[in-house]
C-alpha cells in the first residue's frame, strides 16, 4: 500500500509537470522581437519599429498593431 507520504509526492510532481507545461506554453506565447536585417519589426505586420523602440524597448508592434492587439485582448504583451 502506498504511504501518504508517496501519494503527496506523486501529486508534487503531476502539480510541477502541470506547471512547467503552462510555462513551457508561455513562453511560446511570448511574442520575442522579430528582427529582420539588424532592424526590429512589427511582429504582425513587419514594419520598421526601431523608432518605437526607443521610447519602448519591448515593443514587439508598431503602434497600429499593438492598438489592435490590445483591443482584441486587452491585454499588453
Ligand atoms: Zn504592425
Redesign the pocket.
Known sequence: MMSADAIDNACDLEEMQRAQALSNHKNKTTHQPLVVDGVRC?I??G?SINNRIKMLPNAV??V??QEQFENQYGLEF
Do not use: N
Open positions: 512589427c504582425d505586420c514594419d508592434r508598431c497600429i498593431c
